[in-house]
């Protein structure tokens, strides 16, 4: 079974920058499509981003298109997300996750809590006026 391992999050300003790193504890396939979640408290967990082992395609959530950016190394298994020009409301628990998926199938299709097959613990991000 996949274990996932989140790091990178913690405290920072309005406008400021992140980034998440997930680390799969072993060599994810090439038809993996990796996710990130996240969770504000007394919300329910929402779609980020995700992106394709396959095709290197990617999908960001309205919410954070322009600001977020999802990449990831295959050969290290392991997926970033690139958080520029933070919001208060960005302010959760962000969650990376993975499924096996048909290749090259975008990821567009893949944006629901039950889609996932392996979740993180979750790293705590959070922003400060």
């Known amino acids: 079974q996949d274990q996932l391992a989140e790091s990178g999050g913690g405290l920072v300003q309005a406008g400021g920058s992140l980034r998440l790193s997930c680390a799969a504890s072993?060599?994810?396939?090439?038809?993996?499509?990796m996710g990130w979640f996240r969770q504000a408290p007394g919300k329910e967990r929402e779609f980020v981003a995700a992106?394709?082992?396959?095709?290197?395609?990617?999908y960001l959530s309205d919410p954070v298109k322009g600001r977020f950016t999802i990449s990831g190394d295959n050969a290290k298994s392991t997926v970033y997300l690139q958080m520029n020009s933070l919001k208060l409301e960005d302010t959760a628990v962000y969650f990376c996750?993975?499924?096996?998926?048909?290749?090259?199938?975008?990821?567009?299709?893949?944006?629901?809590?039950?889609?996932?097959?392996?979740w993180g613990q979750g790293t705590q991000v959070a922003v400060s006026s």
């Open positions: 996750a993975a499924k096996e998926a048909p290749y090259y199938r975008s990821p567009y299709y893949y944006t629901t809590v039950s889609d996932y097959d392996y």
């Open positions: 072993r060599r994810t396939a090439i038809n993996y499509v």
């Open positions: 992106i394709s082992w396959s095709s290197g395609s990617t």
